[in-house]
């Protein structure tokens, strides 16, 4: 049986713990800066103590495991020209973006999308593997 008052705070500290409390210096430096990068992770996994510190350390490891190989992605997908191009991309598998700076721009915002779901999903397996659900 799902438990909604565990998995509505899970997502709630998440939300904190990965929006709120990440500063602009962690979110634009994590990818290049490990201080950043393990500040960041650090200050996330924090807002999980009350799920006991096991559960913490292993969410650190996999945050910091996670956002290590998307921060990576993301810096690399990051867009400078917010301009919309006068191209024809109606033939593109990404309509909504435009040229070379649209497609990277569709895949950095894609990829914060996958960088959430794995957080999301290992947040209840890692409950489930350390026994608490």
């Given amino acids: 049986m799902i438990d909604i008052w565990l998995v509505t705070w899970l997502v709630l500290s998440h939300f904190i713990g990965d ?25 996330y996994s924090l807002c999980f103590l009350w799920l006991g510190w096991e559960f913490a ?10 956002d290590a190989v998307t921060s990576q992605l993301t810096s ?42 794995i957080h999301l999903v290992t947040l209840p397996w890692t409950l489930h593997w350390l026994g608490i659900i």
């Fill in 19 to 43: 929006f709120f409390l990440q500063t602009n210096w962690m979110a634009l430096n994590k990818s290049k800066d490990f201080k950043a990068l393990l500040s960041h992770t650090l200050i």
């Fill in 57 to 66: 350390l292993v969410t650190f490891l996999l945050h910091t495991g996670t």
């Fill in 76 to 117: 690399r997908w990051w867009f400078i020209d917010l301009q919309p191009r006068s191209l024809d991309m109606s033939w593109s598998p990404y309509p909504y973006y435009a040229g070379v700076d649209g497609f990277k721009r569709a895949l950095f915002w894609r990829t914060i999308g996958l960088d959430q779901a």
